[in-house]
Structures are given as structure tokens and as C-alpha cells.
């Protein structure tokens, strides 16, 4: 199984970027797919998740500016980024919740149980 993230770049401030993430190895369109971020120094932190029939949930600090989305036929999930900050600046990643009969919606990495390899996302000020 693998998840694959891509999209990441430089981009000032006010300025969007659109990140994908392509799994292979299985399908999750019955799981939660996540997006987490790991700025230096700093513990990985939820931005968004969305169920397999898509209803979502945000972080605060991202609510508003980030859209989350997937296409379950292509097994992949995006998340587009609007109005970008430079406190957006961080690893993002991807992942995929352990089991599609969590239960409950994962904000935590506990509930996620395949992850990405990472893609940087720098805001320029």
C-alpha cells in the first residue's frame, strides 16, 4: 500500500496551492482520507478529513481558505489551499484511517494507519 503526495511548492502569500495524494495498493473509498502538516520544530498537526461519501471536517486554521476533496474511482484525495499564509508553511501529508468502521472522525494520527511520504509547502510573506 502506498500513498503518494504531490502539489507542494513556493508561493507568497494570498497565493493557492493544490495537493494531491494518489493511493495504490488498495482502495479506501470506504475510509477517511486526512490531511496532517509538521511545521519545523513543531508536533504534526490535523488540517482536514473527509468520510468515503464525503462530509468533511476542518481545523480551525485552515477553515474557510482549505477545501478537501476525493475522487473514490481514481483513489485519490486533494486538498486545494486558498489564501495562503506563511504560518501554512509545513510538511503536509496524507493519509488513510485504519479501518472504514472507525466510528468516529479522526483528528488524530492515532486514526489514521497509512500515511504519505510528505510535500513541502513554503508561504512566502
Known amino acids: 500500500v502506498q500513498l503518494q503526495a504531490s502539489g507542494g511548492g513556493l508561493v507568497q502569500a494570498g497565493g493557492c496551492l493544490r495537493l494531491?495524494?494518489?493511493?495504490?495498493?488498495?482502495?479506501?473509498?470506504?475510509?477517511?482520507m486526512g490531511w496532517f502538516r509538521q511545521a519545523p520544530g513543531k508536533e504534526r498537526e490535523f488540517v482536514a478529513t473527509i468520510r468515503g461519501v464525503g462530509s468533511t471536517v476542518y481545523a480551525d486554521s485552515v477553515k474557510g481558505r482549505f477545501t478537501i476533496s476525493r475522487d473514490n474511482g481514481e483513489n485519490t484525495v486533494y486538498l486545494q489551499m486558498n489564501n495562503l499564509k506563511p504560518e501554512d508553511t509545513a510538511l503536509y501529508y496524507c493519509a488513510a484511517a485504519r479501518s472504514p468502521h472507525l466510528g468516529y472522525v479522526p483528528m488524530t494520527r492515532s486514526g489514521y494507519g497509512y500515511w504519505g511520504q510528505g510535500t513541502q509547502v513554503t508561504v512566502s510573506s
Open positions: 494531491s495524494c494518489a493511493a495504490s495498493g488498495r482502495t479506501f473509498s470506504r475510509n477517511y
